[in-house]
């Protein structure tokens, strides 16, 4: 048993060295680098032993994955439809959305009708930055 082992290792280790090849490393007169196992004749060259090159790995690589274009959104197709059809409507509703956001940033108590009862009554200040966003979006879709 001892016996069949020493002599496996020893046919490994004797595979291993008899694999290593030395190459040949030369630039040509022109500047092109050549490789060989087989020495030029009248050329400096450098030695490389095959077990020092860093091997590559083999097989597939798989593609880097892309990041995905964004997608428009619906307001962003609305907008763009509605601004082929019909130009003058895009900038009136530009015209009104710069309009109400001035009136919205200047005054900061401002009083609505109440669609329910008829009524005027105080805006939250919550509601007033959240109207301010959707003018600013409608102003990015329509005035641009």
């Not at 001035?102 to 919550?126: C, F, K, P, W, Y």
Request: aromatic share 4%; hydrophobic share 30%; with cysteine.
């Amino acid at each position: 048993m001892f016996t069949k082992t020493l002599v496996l290792v020893l046919a490994l280790i004797s595979i291993g060295s008899a694999s290593a090849t030395v190459i040949y490393k030369w630039v040509d007169k022109d500047g092109v680098t050549h490789y060989s196992q087989q020495k030029p004749e009248n050329a400096s060259t450098d030695k490389i032993h095959s077990e020092d090159i860093e091997q590559q790995p083999i097989g597939f690589i798989a593609p880097k994955e892309r990041p995905a274009e964004p997608q428009p959104s619906e307001e962003e197709k609305n907008a763009t439809r509605i601004k082929e059809e019909n130009k003058q409507h895009a900038a009136d509703i530009c015209d009104n959305a710069k309009h109400s956001l001035n009136v919205l940033t200047s005054h900061s108590r401002i009083r609505s009708q109440d669609e329910t009862t008829g009524e005027m009554v105080a805006m939250r200040e919550e509601d007033r930055q959240a109207k301010i966003k959707e003018l600013e979006e409608r102003i990015r879709l329509f005035c641009k």
